[in-house]
């Protein structure tokens, strides 16, 4: 099958390019762009007409809860991938805190199978660290990896103890697979339920302190060092973490990290009203946490851009601000939140801000030659953007089953149009 993409604007970070052309697909892959005539090897291919559009690599999110299996009524495969490409996304990494965990390499095998049935974009399951994510008995992450696991993270319940994440790491850094960690010193926020300041004070609500974050992100750092194991900061949303975090590059340290657009688009006051949809973990922040998170992403700190997309049942959120649990959606409105925040406002680039959520993500986890590219012979992975589209965010309209967003009724800009994953178009 041959399929061609003409008149748009390709953005390819990965290669420098910015330009008008024309991005030629056959058998699944980029067979080449074009910025004159098309060959005539094509005359005969499907055109589709994107003038008007943005062409980019599919967009990659390392970090999403996709709750299959075991919690399907929150979010299952299909809905989560539909979800994923309403959003621009043609590729996402899936973490353990499923029911069972996905701590076997018959989880992992199942998650694949069940992608092939109904994905509308490809799924990376990630292992989990410790069976159950119980944080004492280590799984065989080998078979894991064998299985098609891409990395290693027992995400909403961290590991607690120094010398149960030293043997991870090393394990990790024997398999060369990269350690996810969720950073936070459960001791220091047992029974909190948002950030520690002046608001959660006002609403009379137990606190998280950003501390407990630093505190488990230095240790972590510290035993990369010590192992070599690459280990990967999830979802960053203090200042204190971001400057660890260059000061780790900066010796030298095997660490990267990320951000998700509602660590610096949003900040505690969001939770007033005792608003659950503004629940998460780590918990919105201050405004200082917020520039710092920005101003990370801007100087190269903070490597990629992901949504931590966590669906909850309405039921589930419809309940006291502590018995609430944590998470919100993000898949269908990361990009236009990081074109609106990032990009309009001159934080990013808009080729920055495409690395950021394309090939940069898709080296951290070594997910395939050519992915997050639209290189020759890359998997034809790819978003069409309308950069002019403005809109409403609605909760009633999204591809998930669930509805849980705290930017419900915001204005944005910028939009996904449509995607193709591996040479087929995904239209919804």
Not at 104 to 118: G, K, N
Request: glycine residues 10%; contains cysteine.
């Amino acid at each position: 099958m041959k399929l061609i993409l003409t008149g748009g604007r390709v953005v390819d970070p990965s290669q420098s390019f910015d330009s008008l052309a024309s991005v030629a697909i056959a058998n699944g892959v980029i067979a080449g762009i074009f910025t004159g005539d098309i060959p005539a090897e094509f005359a005969d291919a499907e055109k589709i007409d994107v003038t008007g559009k943005t062409v980019t690599p599919g967009l990659i999110d390392i970090h999403v809860h996709l709750r299959e299996p075991g919690f399907e009524y929150k979010e299952d495969i299909e809905s989560g991938t539909r979800a994923a490409a309403a959003g621009g996304f043609t590729r996402v990494c899936c973490m353990p805190n499923t029911n069972p965990a996905i701590d076997t390499a018959a989880v992992v095998r199942q998650i694949l199978e069940r992608t092939q049935q109904v994905g509308s974009a490809v799924v990376h399951p990630i292992g989990a660290a410790t069976r159950a994510m119980a944080g004492d008995q280590l799984t065989e992450m080998a078979d894991l990896k064998g299985a098609g696991a891409c990395a290693i993270s027992d995400d909403a319940f961290p590991l607690q103890h120094a010398d149960t994440v030293r043997r991870v790491m090393e394990y990790c850094k024997m398999l060369d697979l990269a350690f996810l960690t969720h950073n936070e010193d459960k001791r220091l926020t047992e029974k909190g339920a948002m950030n520690e300041g002046i608001q959660a004070t006002i609403m009379g609500i137990p606190g998280m302190p950003a501390v407990a974050e630093d505190i488990a992100v230095a240790r972590n750092i510290m035993l990369a060092q010590l192992t070599g194991c690459h280990l990967h900061l999830l979802h960053i949303s203090t200042k204190g973490t971001v400057d660890l975090l260059r000061q780790a590059k900066a010796a030298g340290a095997p660490v990267t990290g990320e951000a998700c657009a509602h660590h610096w688009a949003l900040t505690d006051e969001a939770c007033i009203g005792y608003n659950t949809d503004a629940k998460m973990n780590p918990p919105l922040r201050t405004p200082e946490d917020c520039e710092a998170v920005k101003l990370g992403l801007a100087d190269g700190t903070i490597d990629c851009i992901v949504t931590d997309h966590a669906p909850h049942a309405g039921y589930e959120k419809e309940v006291e601000f502590d018995a609430a649990p944590f998470g919100i959606l993000g898949l269908e409105t990361s990009f236009p939140l990081v074109y609106s925040t990032l990009v309009k406002p001159g934080v990013l680039s808009f080729s920055d801000a495409i690395a950021k959520m394309t090939y940069i993500p898709a080296g951290i986890l070594k997910l395939g030659d050519g992915v997050g590219t639209l290189q020759v012979g890359a998997p034809a992975d790819i978003a069409v953007l309308d950069l002019d589209a403005e809109w409403t965010i609605d909760r009633d309209k999204v591809q998930s089953k669930s509805k849980n967003t705290p930017f419900h009724g915001m204005k944005v800009q910028g939009k996904a149009a449509f995607t193709v994953v591996g040479g087929r178009v995904i239209t919804l």
